[in-house]
């Protein structure tokens, strides 16, 4: 969606906040998907209210985009205005065991920060793509590890609210890819705490998950981790497996020859053709097994 408002765009320059006008967001987003928009990058976390607020006021429809790794955009000129969050200077500041990061800041890059000030447990992390926020949101895990596990507040834009507020970790609900997180609010920043472990444990411990990643995933590939969430007890990328479905495609999109739950973008692939194929897998999951699998990736659809 593109503003042409000169008012509205004054406005939004106003709050500090920066404008950019057909932006491919295509390339912000893991698996390549994805049409054109405006996009709005929020500088100051404090410019969020106001600037929720003219939108609604000029009723500008808008989405909140984060690291995009787990997300599937529809093609063509989006029906949203995109807003994005700006890192901050620094991203992450440590104060004994605990860590504040800026939620815009890179997941992987900030297990490395924080193992080199000898703080882990965030190791399983290492690999997966996105933000802290976006890792937040849906409590990111990998090799029995969860990011909800270590957070102990988080600042957010509460949009219920309208206004910026601050949680305390035992205030949220954190679950197997779940949270307690109203999906209009915004993570700003949170705060960790972390065990102490040394440099070369963590390290070994990091070393250990990349290589089971690198052994089980395609990461060389355009996609969005898994699509499917687990069933309980059980295993979605096992269950497409056997079924025969590896390398299945429909148009570019196709199921990952390497891990059955991960689908891939091998050219072109448009939102629809992802949607086709994740509907095709969903119908004979459901038939052979009799389980209804549901989608990890977030896809932004026109209600
Ligand atoms: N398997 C197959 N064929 C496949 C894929 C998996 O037979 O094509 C089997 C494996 O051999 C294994 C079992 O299924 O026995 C489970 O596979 P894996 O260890 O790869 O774990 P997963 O349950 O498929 C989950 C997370 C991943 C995370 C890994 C490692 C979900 C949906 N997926 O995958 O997270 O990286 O464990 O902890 O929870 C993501 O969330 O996007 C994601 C990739």
Redesign the pocket.
């Known amino acids: 969606m593109r503003i042409s408002d000169s008012n509205l765009l004054a406005a939004i320059a106003a709050l500090g906040v920066e404008h950019k006008a057909g932006v491919s967001l295509a390339q912000k987003t893991s698996l390549e998907i994805g049409g054109t928009s405006d996009v709005l990058v929020i500088h100051k976390h404090e410019s969020l209210p106001g600037l929720i607020q003219l939108l609604k006021d000029k009723n500008v429809p808008h989405r909140f985009l984060g690291g995009g790794s787990?997300v599937l955009l529809p093609d063509g000129e989006l029906p949203w205005v995109v807003l994005q969050l700006a890192r901050q200077d620094p991203e992450v500041r440590f104060e004994g065991n605990n860590v504040f990061v800026d939620c815009a800041a890179d997941l992987g890059r900030t297990v490395t920060t924080c193992a080199k000030h000898d703080l882990g447990g965030m190791e399983?992390l290492i690999g997966v793509p996105g933000s802290i926020g976006g890792a937040l949101r849906m409590n990111?895990g990998?090799?029995g590890t969860q990011i909800g596990t270590h957070v102990r507040e988080v600042k957010i834009y509460r949009a219920a609210a309208g206004q910026i507020e601050t949680l305390r970790g035992s205030e949220i609900n954190f679950e197997y890819?779940h949270t307690s997180f109203a999906p209009d609010d915004i993570m700003l920043t949170v705060r960790l705490e972390l065990p102490s472990k040394s440099y070369s444990e963590i390290l070994q411990g990091i070393r250990i998950c990349n290589e089971k990643?690198r052994a089980?995933?395609p990461l060389n590939q355009k996609s969005a981790?898994?699509i499917?969430?687990?069933p309980p007890g059980g295993?979605?990328?096992?269950m497409?497996?056997e079924l025969g479905l590896?390398g299945h495609s429909v148009g570019d999109a196709r199921v990952s020859d390497r891990?059955?739950?991960f689908f891939i973008n091998a050219g072109h692939a448009t939102q629809s053709d992802m949607l086709a194929l994740i509907a095709d897998v969903r119908r004979r999951v459901r038939e052979k097994y009799g389980i209804e699998l549901e989608e990890?990736v977030i896809v932004w659809k026109e209600q």
Not at 235 to 238: E, H, L, M, N, V
């Open positions: 787990n399983g990111a990998a090799y890819r990643r089980s995933q981790g898994c499917f969430k687990n295993s979605a990328g096992r497409i497996d590896k891990h059955a739950n990890e």
